[in-house]
C-alpha cells in the first residue's frame, strides 16, 4: 500500500460532460503529481503541486485543470470529455517534490462513452 | 522539444540471463526517472538518477546515467520470473521541469 489514495477507481460518462478526480498523498507529502496513461498516448506527466502551489505543467490540454488545497489532497478537473480523454489517471505524492521517489496511487480508470 | 527514446519496446529473456534496457533523451535534462509497472498495476519508482556517473542499484537491477551521451541503462542481472513487468523511463527537462517518459520495455522472464 503507497498511502496515496485515488477516488473513484472506476468512472464512466459521456463526452461533454466534466468530472473530478481526488487524491489524497501519502501523509507527510507536500507534492503531488497528476500523469495519464491510455494506449495512444502513453504514459504523460500533466501537472505538479507542491504545498498548495503549482510547480510543474506538463502535456495538460487547457479543458483540464486541477488544484492542491490547504490539506494537500488535490483534485483533476475534466471538462468538455472527448473520447479520447479515456484513460487511467494516475496521482502520485512525495516529500518535496524534488529528487524523492514518488508514490503512486493505484488510478481512476476515466470510460467516455 | 524533450523526446525519450526506449529500446528495446519487448524483450523476452530467460531466468538466469542478463541484459541491459536504454533510454535515450534529447536535451539537457535535470533528473531521470525509471519506474516500475505490472500488468494491471499502478507505477513504482525504482530510480532517481541526478547527476553525470549516477548510478544506483536495488537487487537484480542497476541505473546509471551518462548526461554528455543523454543516455541511461537499467541492467538486468541474472533476472528472475518477479522481474516480468513494464519498465519506463522518464525525463525532467532542465530549467522547466516538465517531465517526458518512454514508450516503456516490455520485459518478460521466462523459466
Known amino acids: 500500500d503507497s498511502g496515496v489514495t485515488q477516488t473513484p477507481k472506476h468512472l464512466i460518462t459521456a463526452t461533454g460532460q466534466r468530472v473530478t478526480l481526488r487524491c489524497s498523498p501519502r501523509?507527510?507529502?507536500?507534492?503531488v503529481y497528476w500523469y495519464q496513461q491510455s494506449l495512444d498516448q502513453g504514459l504523460q506527466f500533466l501537472i505538479q503541486?507542491?504545498?498548495?502551489?503549482?510547480?510543474a505543467k506538463g502535456n495538460i490540454l487547457e479543458r483540464f485543470s486541477a488544484q492542491q488545497f490547504p490539506d494537500l489532497h488535490s483534485e483533476l478537473n475534466l471538462s468538455s470529455l472527448e473520447l479520447g480523454d479515456s484513460a487511467l489517471y494516475f496521482c502520485?505524492?512525495?516529500?518535496?517534490?524534488?529528487?524523492?521517489?514518488?508514490?503512486f496511487g493505484d488510478g481512476t480508470r476515466l470510460s467516455i462513452l | 522539444e524533450l523526446k525519450v527514446e526506449q529500446n528495446p519496446l519487448f524483450l523476452s529473456m530467460q531466468e538466469g540471463k542478463n541484459y541491459t534496457i536504454y533510454c535515450n533523451y534529447s536535451?539537457?535534462?535535470?533528473?531521470l526517472y525509471w519506474y516500475r509497472q505490472d500488468p494491471g498495476k499502478s507505477l513504482e519508482s525504482l530510480f532517481v538518477?541526478?547527476?553525470?556517473?549516477a548510478v544506483k542499484q536495488e537487487g537484480r537491477l542497476m541505473a546509471s546515467l551518462d548526461t554528455k551521451a543523454r543516455l541511461s541503462t537499467l541492467h538486468i542481472t541474472a533476472a528472475v520470473h518477479d522481474l516480468s513487468a513494464t519498465y519506463f523511463c522518464?525525463?525532467?527537462?532542465?530549467?522547466?521541469?516538465?517531465?517526458?517518459f518512454g514508450a516503456g520495455t516490455r520485459l518478460t522472464v521466462k523459466p
Open positions: 502520485a505524492s512525495s516529500l518535496t517534490g524534488g529528487v524523492q521517489p514518488q508514490h
Open positions: 501523509s507527510g507529502d507536500l507534492s
Open positions: 503541486y507542491y504545498n498548495g502551489e503549482e510547480r
Open positions: 536535451t539537457t535534462s535535470d533528473r
Open positions: 538518477l541526478l547527476s553525470n556517473g
Open positions: 522518464a525525463v525532467v527537462g532542465y530549467n522547466n521541469n516538465d517531465m517526458r
